[in-house]
């Protein structure tokens, strides 16, 4: 029952966070050329980071539900009103949200924590990535006339987002770790563990 409200908690916290990001104007998205620079990435890389792949898709999906509910608002870069098709706007956050979780969960299986943390970012960076390109082609599929500029946008745009979500992702992480314990025991080191059954057992006496 802990769990389940912990959960419940945490959804609600990453949600609000989205919804602020989306709907707070240049926080989330923020105008560069053509098309924005998104930092909503970062709660949806963080919840599947703690919670696992179902909650990263989950996450994606609120993610892409607030990107295709702005797009009616608001029009601040000439690609907005094209992520009224759900195709573009929420498909791509949902492949996105799977993706990471499951990326992480691979990083999650090592055992040595040192490496863990330093691919932390490289696995950052490559979710970030691959963000931005299916999410790119979903946009030039339904709309062939941003194909000319695909390759300046990733080149730009696309690797700026990286690099941002690559430094701040780990940080944030690292200021969870007591939440990523508790959904991950696996990782928590041995030395912890010992203290956290010693004090169980000073507790008991």
């Given at each position: ?93 949902v492949l996105f949200g799977l993706f990471v ?37 979903a946009l030039c599929i339904f709309n062939p ?36 314990y508790k959904y991950n025991e696996n990782l ?18």
């Amino acid at each position: 029952m802990k769990n389940k409200t912990r959960t419940i908690a945490l959804d609600a916290l990453f949600i609000a966070v989205i919804l602020i990001l989306t709907f707070v104007p240049y926080i989330g998205f923020i105008p560069l050329g053509a098309v924005s620079i998104t930092t909503i990435t970062i709660p949806v890389f963080v919840g599947a980071y703690i919670l696992g792949w179902k909650r990263g898709m989950f996450y994606g999906l609120m993610f892409g539900l607030s990107s295709f509910t702005r797009s009616f608002m608001s029009y601040v870069t000439p690609a907005d009103p094209l992520f009224q098709n759900p195709l573009v706007s929420i498909l791509p956050r949902v492949l996105f949200g799977l993706f990471v979780g499951l990326i992480y969960y691979a990083l999650k299986k090592i055992e040595n924590e040192k490496k863990r943390k330093i691919l932390i970012p490289v696995f950052t960076l490559i979710g970030s990535l691959f963000h931005s390109i299916v999410t790119l082609l979903a946009l030039c599929i339904f709309n062939p006339t941003f194909w000319p500029y695909l390759l300046t946008i990733l080149g730009t745009n696309s690797i700026l987002e990286a690099v941002f979500a690559a430094i701040t992702v780990p940080l944030i992480i690292a200021s969870l770790r007591p939440y990523v314990y508790k959904y991950n025991e696996n990782l928590r080191p041995s030395v912890e563990v010992n203290q956290s059954k010693t004090e169980v057992v000073n507790e008991q006496k």
